[in-house]
């Protein structure tokens, strides 16, 4: 890790003690959104006693102590406390405290849209106005240890409304409630595409001024002219009302102006480019005022000493980038390089979704970049408290400060501790062992699984006793990379995944293949082979990612940036791997945290093509295959929920930041006009097999096609568009018994025209033989019904279930059906209100549990670094950290018909291994060196590590 330097540390200092106590003297001026001694809100005595440690985010970090909070207030901290009489006790025996997160930027608890789309300058309106308490993501937050929440105005004007802070304080009854007296009132300013309206621009003409970013710059100009200019009025009118027939008019919009203007309402400007955060410190000095705080700002750290000379902090995503074109350039040590350099650093979610991950973002700044572990929590604790001018009431654990604490089941940077409970001015207002109660509201049963949190003793590290060697003939090795010739690991502790780890052992490579493994001193090492030390180091199987859109898609929200899908709907012909772009900057990205191998496939349509497994080296799509034909994506034609259900599931709503929310086949239906036109205008290449009887026919008609009964509905081959799934596998399977087709021999070629269904009938023989395997999109419980309706009729396939979100709901007949699950959504909360909020994360437990084969994979671009997060956050919720472990090796590779090939450290396999200092499903952990195919690859050579390098020492 790398250390901070004396600079950065005098730096973030000076810059601490500026901030602390600003309330009181610099910050007198700043308007309030509810005056300090007005409001109520509940308070409690709550006496959290023996927790393990506590992480106080003041440089303090208390062993074996305890913490009393008296009416909603914290009285003391340290060890040797008792309870007094009367107060609630709370065991924190294997617990560790930090302070409530605070959220700089978040979108929850509010009403209706949040942006004025009436005029571009807007700051007269405020969130206040639209403010929840009901909002379930309240409860959402509280999951990921949020407490404290700025909530934003939308990002589409220049000058947005004005925000509200509140307390996640579930179950209150008016938006007061929730609202923290005395927090200062901030404005939100907006930069960048969201302003200048981009992704409209595409559809046709733009229509609201402005439309560039000269026109941004340009209509800031314009409003503080204006409010210059009004305040000029009125201090003449106040000089001299005499002087004036009438007062002047009032105007609540440059009033507000004004206010901005002279401080006394705080700035946080929705930023993403380095060259308009520039642009907007250079107009707010123009003006005489301060921004005080850039939130995003993803190319922050490209003017972060600018930053710092204007006095302006930075709240950004951790690691987020690759959604639209002006977040290309983001990369994750943009707060560490920013931290370095003296800017007020914070970590902001956004995102609704995120914020119950939250804890996952603390260690990031650590793993990027090399923050200290306190500068890292303080990016999520005191520094945003200090952003949002409520730093002498939250944000870090300390005597008089409100009584905020998260209580963790580990350590803050182990990615296998979670959020055990959230406390909020004394009262526990989320525990993951009294859900019902803290939520207040029933929900379906969770299946029991052994164990409800990561037990570090189930798991221990140490190696068993030493397994025989197992060494191959170099003639028994087919090549795969005759230039690699032979190198033999020694010393390391090798976890082969399919054995018992191996002490001090040697692991010798041969033309990109692994020719032996075992102890040191009984595995011989050839002669002439180049021999590497790893003693003290770890040797794992490179991860693989069995579902991405790696290579095809390289920016979001650019239509010409991305190959993720092809018109029509029926497309096993279609292969993704001549698409893939090996020079992209993705793959390397995701190469970084040890991601060796990945599937990269479309989305569009109802058979989406032929997904292609790659290696993450290799600069021609030739040299990076190792299966083009790899597997068949169906899109179940299935929406989420039973006709007459009840559940909960919607879309989750994220800006667009790089994924999709739709759930499975509902985004089929979501196209389903615009498809039946299409199939209706002779332009399919299958058309006969599209039933005229859809034609005009409304989602609501369609889903009703399964019958509700007594028992209420079963699967049909009528629900939805099954029927056009299932009849086109049956004309494939006739195909297959008798090939035919209408093809004439003198027929003109026209694209998807020639060939008739032969084209796609012939890609399908090799599915319907059982070689490759149907990667099934199906999410909830209904459609994975339909999964096993459709395999039961065509049991010559075999069949993954991709999404599986409700898997652990039918786990038990999964694994009598031996039917593997590739789970994509443990990132993300669980969609269905009627369930845990734990749902998502616990899934991969119950299955395991069952014994049901399962993966991780992330479905992404961008995201695809942080598989092993997916995997960290199901051991947090119990599941053992061995088979999370399989979940992003073994598994995969088996799931994609390559488990002889690929995802264990055995010999005969390919040789894709990782060099670690720890388990690499931990931040933490650094990738020393990595083997692809026996090439060795640095896991720094990417565009991100040299930014870093780049701008770490920028002045």
Do not use: C
Request: hydrophobic share 40%.
């Amino acid at each position: 890790m790398r250390s901070t330097s004396p600079i950065s540390l005098l730096f973030a200092l000076l810059l601490l003690l500026a901030w602390t106590g600003a309330p009181a003297s610099a910050h007198a001026q700043l308007l309030v959104q509810l005056p300090e001694d007005a409001g109520t809100h509940p308070t409690g005595d709550l006496f959290i006693q023996n927790l393990d440690a506590i992480w106080t985010a003041t440089g303090q970090v208390h062993e074996n102590a305890s913490i009393l909070i008296r009416n909603g207030i914290i009285q003391a901290i340290g060890p040797d406390l008792t309870a007094p009489d009367g107060v609630e006790v709370l065991d924190g025996s294997g617990r560790t405290a930090i302070p409530g997160i605070v959220d700089e930027h978040s979108h929850i608890a509010t009403s209706g849209g949040l942006n004025e789309g009436t005029a571009p300058i807007v700051p007269e309106v405020k969130v206040l106005d639209a403010l929840d308490p009901s909002s379930f993501g309240i409860y959402q937050a509280l999951q990921g240890g949020v407490t404290t929440a700025r909530l934003m105005h939308g990002s589409s004007n220049p000058i947005g409304g004005q925000s509200a802070v509140i307390k996640t304080r579930w179950g209150v009854e008016t938006g007061q409630d929730l609202l923290i007296p005395g927090a200062p009132r901030a404005v939100k300013f907006a930069l960048g595409e969201n302003v200048t309206r981009k992704a409209a621009q595409a559809r046709g003409p733009a229509t609201r001024f402005p439309a560039s970013r000269p026109g941004v710059e340009t209509i800031y100009e314009q409003a503080f002219t204006a409010a210059r200019e009004y305040r000029e009025l009125w201090d003449a009118y106040e000089a001299d009302p005499d002087a004036f027939a009438v007062p002047p008019r009032r105007d609540l919009r440059l009033e507000a102006l004004v206010d901005i203007m002279e401080d006394r309402i705080l700035i946080h400007a929705h930023s993403y480019r380095s060259d308009e955060i520039l642009m907007l410190m250079r107009v707010a000095e123009r003006f005489g005022f301060t921004i005080d705080n850039f939130t995003h700002v993803l190319e922050g750290y490209r003017v972060a000493s600018e930053l710092r000379e204007h006095g302006a902090g930075a709240s950004t995503f951790s690691d987020w980038w690759q959604f639209k074109l002006e977040a290309y350039d983001a990369i994750p040590y943009n707060a560490t390089i920013m931290a370095d350099q003296g800017v007020l650093t914070a970590i902001n979610s956004d995102i609704p979704w995120l914020q119950t991950f939250m804890t996952w973002e603390i260690p990031k700044p650590v793993q990027y970049g090399g923050a200290s572990r306190e500068e890292a929590l303080r990016m999520l604790t005191l520094n945003p408290a200090i952003m949002l001018g409520i730093q002498d009431k939250v944000g870090s654990l300390e005597e008089g400060k409100q009584g905020d604490v998260v209580l963790l089941t580990g350590d803050p940077f182990d990615a296998f501790s979670r959020v055990e409970q959230t406390i909020v001015d004394g009262i526990v207002y989320y525990d993951s062992n009294r859900e019902e109660e803290t939520r207040g509201e029933p929900f379906n049963p969770f299946p029991e699984v052994p164990a409800d949190r990561y037990q570090p003793t189930a798991d221990a590290a140490g190696a068993a006793a030493a397994p025989q060697p197992r060494t191959l003939d170099p003639a028994e090795l087919a090549p795969l990379s005759p230039e690699t010739g032979t190198v033999a690991l020694v010393g390391a502790t090798i976890h082969p995944v399919s054995g018992p780890s191996i002490a001090d052992g040697t692991l010798v490579m041969h033309e990109g293949r692994i020719q032996a493994v075992g102890p040191r001193g009984q595995v011989d090492v050839p002669q002439g082979a180049r021999t590497v030390d790893v003693s003290g180091r770890h040797l794992y199987p490179g991860m693989i990612d069995p579902l991405t859109h790696l290579g095809l898609f390289e920016i979001g929200a650019v239509s010409q940036a991305t190959d993720r899908s092809e018109i029509g709907e029926l497309n096993p012909h279609i292969r993704a791997l001549e698409a893939y772009q090996p020079h992209g900057r993705a793959p390397f990205v995701a190469r970084a945290r040890g991601i060796t191998a990945a599937l990269t496939a479309q989305t569009g349509g109802l058979i989406q093509g032929m997904g292609s497994v790659v290696q993450l080296h290799g600069d021609t799509w030739e040299r990076a295959e190792i299966k083009g034909d790899g597997v068949l994506m169906v899109n179940l034609p299935v929406p989420s929920s039973a006709p007459g259900s009840s559940a909960g599931w919607g879309e989750f709503g994220d800006h667009q930041h790089g994924r999709e929310f739709t759930w499975a086949g509902d985004a089929l239906f979501d196209q389903h006009d615009d498809l039946l036109a299409m199939a209706g205008s002779g332009a399919s290449p299958v058309e006969s097999f599209a039933s005229s009887s859809m034609e005009g026919l409304s989602f609501a008609d369609a889903v009703a096609g399964a019958r509700l009964d007594d028992d209420g509905p079963e699967p049909s081959f009528t629900t939805g568009r099954m029927d056009e799934l299932v009849a086109f596998f049956e004309r494939a399977r006739e195909y297959m018994a008798a090939p035919e087709s209408g093809r004439r021999g003198d027929e003109p070629f026209e694209a998807n025209v020639w060939g008739g269904d032969a084209v796609v009938l012939e890609a399908m023989l090799p599915v319907l033989r059982g070689e490759i395997p149907i990667f099934f999109r199906a999410d909830s419980e209904w459609q994975i019904r339909h999964v096993f309706l459709f395999l039961d009729e065509f049991p010559e396939v075999e069949g993954v279930v991709v999404g599986g979100v409700e898997a652990f709901r039918l786990a038990d007949e999964l694994a009598e059906r031996d039917l593997p699950v590739i789970l994509t959504r443990t990132r993300n909360p669980t969609p269905d209100r009627d369930d845990s909020v734990a749902a998502s994360m616990r899934n991969a437990a119950a299955l395991h549990h069952a014994g049901v084969r399962f993966a991780f994979g992330t479905d992404e671009s961008a995201d695809v670094r942080n598989l092993p997060e997916h995997a960290a956050i199901a051991v947090a919720y119990g599941l053992p950290a061995e088979a999370a472990l399989e979940a992003v090796t073994r598994r995969p590779a088996e799931l994609l018909g390559l488990g002889g090939e690929m995802g264990t450290l055995e010999p005969g396999k390919r040789a894709d291994l990782l060099v670690t200092d720890g388990n690499p499903l931990q931040p933490l952990t650094h990738i020393e060196s990595m083997f692809i195919a026996g090439h060795e690859v640095d896991p720094r050579d990417n565009d991100h590590s040299r930014m870093f390098r780049e701008f770490r020492d920028r002045r």
